[in-house]
């Protein structure tokens, strides 16, 4: 299981708000493919994945605050079917 981080954004920025999930759980997730898209005081923009796989589980809701580091999801690892 891959589990989706809250990155670093820069050096005054802990907090980020999820502004939209651009996936849901069962999605096929390609690498590179746009997950959530995430606010912080200074910006908004979109959290490629690193991995492919299944969006298994979403842990921040749309609206919600997260921490760098926080898990905001967890990927099923696979390959996509046919």
Do not use: N, T, Y
């Not at 921490?67 to 999801?73: I, P």
Request: charged content about 30%.
């Amino acid at each position: 299981m891959f589990e989706i981080k809250v990155p670093e954004f820069g050096e005054s920025i802990q907090e980020v708000q999820v502004s939209s999930w651009l996936k849901q759980p069962g999605d096929w997730i390609g690498i590179d493919d746009d997950i959530v898209e995430l606010e912080s005081e200074k910006a908004s923009q979109p959290l490629p994945s690193e991995h492919e796989g299944i969006l298994e589980e979403i842990l921040v809701p749309d609206g919600e605050f997260a921490s760098v580091g926080d898990v905001l999801c967890r990927i099923k690892p696979g390959k996509k079917s046919d």
